[in-house]
Nanobody, 122 residues
Framework: QVQLVESGGGSVQAGGSLRLSCAAS????????MGWFRQAPGKEREFVAA????????YYADSVKGRFTISRDNAKNTGYLQTNSLKPEDTAVYYC???????????????WGQGTQVTVSS
C-alpha cells in the first residue's frame, strides 16, 4: 500500500509558476511509475504527465508540453510537477498517482493522492 500526499497548489496569475509535490509513504516508491492527472470542474480527469521508475521515460500531454516538467527523487520518496507559464485553462485539482507503468490512462494507476487545487486567474 502506498499513500500519496500532494502539496504546493495555490492561486496564481496567468504566466506564474507553481511546484507541486507528491510525497509517498512507502520506501517502495522507487518501484512505481508516477503520473500526474488533473480534473477541472465539470470535466473528466485528464492525463498531464508521467515518469517511469528510473526517470528514463517521461511523457506529457500536448497541452502542457514545454511548460510543465515532471521529476522524481526516489531517495526522498517524492515526485514533482513544475508548472510554468500557467494559463487559466490549467485551473483544476491536480492528482498524483503511482502504478506499475508510466501510462497515460488513469486506470493504469493503482494508488492516488487526495489532490491539490491549482487556480490560475487571468
Amino acid at each position: 500500500q502506498v499513500q500519496l500526499v500532494e502539496s504546493g497548489g495555490g492561486s496564481v496569475q496567468a504566466g506564474g509558476s507553481l511546484r507541486l509535490s507528491c510525497a509517498a509513504s512507502a520506501r517502495t516508491f522507487s518501484s512505481y511509475a508516477m503520473g500526474w492527472f488533473r480534473q477541472a470542474p465539470g470535466k473528466e480527469r485528464e492525463f498531464v504527465a508521467a515518469i517511469s521508475q528510473s526517470s528514463l521515460n517521461i511523457y506529457y500531454a500536448d497541452s502542457v508540453k514545454g511548460r510543465f516538467t515532471i521529476s522524481r527523487d526516489n531517495a526522498k520518496n517524492t515526485g514533482y510537477l513544475q508548472t510554468n507559464s500557467l494559463k487559466p485553462e490549467d485551473t483544476a485539482v491536480y492528482y498524483c498517482a503511482a502504478g506499475w507503468a508510466a501510462g497515460t490512462k488513469d486506470y493504469e494507476y493503482r494508488f492516488w493522492g487526495q489532490g491539490t487545487q491549482v487556480t490560475v486567474s487571468s
